[in-house]
């Protein structure tokens, strides 16, 4: 008897663990999910714009290099074996907002925590922007490979030697889970009026 009452709770602890794991994603993306106005992403866009420049050598180079710059600012990642992220940016061109863009990614695996990090992707080739614009979804990887760049205390992002159409930086992550990685990373346009 003592075996059955075993199994039972096995069984009846994943639906709890399940339950656990929504109510943990639920409190912590509520205040990513809520749809921000596009003020309060131009704001968010700028400051990180000015940590990449603090944190990232040679950063102001890349954006003056390219055509375009897409801007996600305070990603947040939430996992417990199945893991998603969530956050909502914007695309610069010439220093200004010409659209808004969600990213949505969704992982499985052995992982656990949360996390917090912005993404910055420069598009060095006019060709790379406009494919990027058309798409109604696009994902890394799929629709297009970017160079990411990772840069360590004391190292420079250098324009001179890399030759790749589409460069991305993950930057000031904070949190549990160390993923620096941009894999199935899917960025939407959203509709939003300034």
Do not use: H
């Not at 709890?16 to 999910?33: D, E, G, P, T």
């Not at 060095?124 to 109604?136: I, N, V």
Request: aromatic share 8%; net charge positive.
């Amino acid at each position: 008897m003592k075996t059955n009452a075993v199994k039972r709770t096995t069984k009846i602890g994943w639906p709890i663990r399940i339950i656990l794991l929504i109510a943990m994603f639920s409190i912590f993306f509520a205040n990513n999910l809520m749809a921000k106005t596009a003020k309060e992403i131009d704001a968010s866009v700028d400051v990180a714009i000015d940590r990449f420049y603090k944190q990232v050598k040679g950063a102001e180079n890349f954006v003056k290099a390219s055509k375009g710059m897409l801007v996600m600012p305070n990603i947040v990642k939430g996992a417990f074996i199945v893991g998603g992220e969530y956050g909502e940016g914007a695309l610069r061109i010439g220093g200004k907002t010409v659209s808004y863009y969600n990213t949505v990614a969704g992982s499985i695996g052995l992982q656990i925590g949360g996390q917090k990090k912005d993404i910055i992707l420069c598009f060095m080739t006019d060709e790379a922007l406009k494919k990027f614009r058309e798409s109604k979804g696009w994902e890394t990887g799929v629709d297009g490979n970017v160079a990411l760049i990772t840069v360590g205390a004391g190292e420079r992002a250098d324009t001179t030697t890399l030759k790749d159409p589409i460069v991305g930086f993950v930057f000031d992550a904070k949190g549990l889970i160390a993923d620096i990685s941009l894999k199935g990373a899917k960025f939407s346009k959203l509709d939003k009026k300034e």
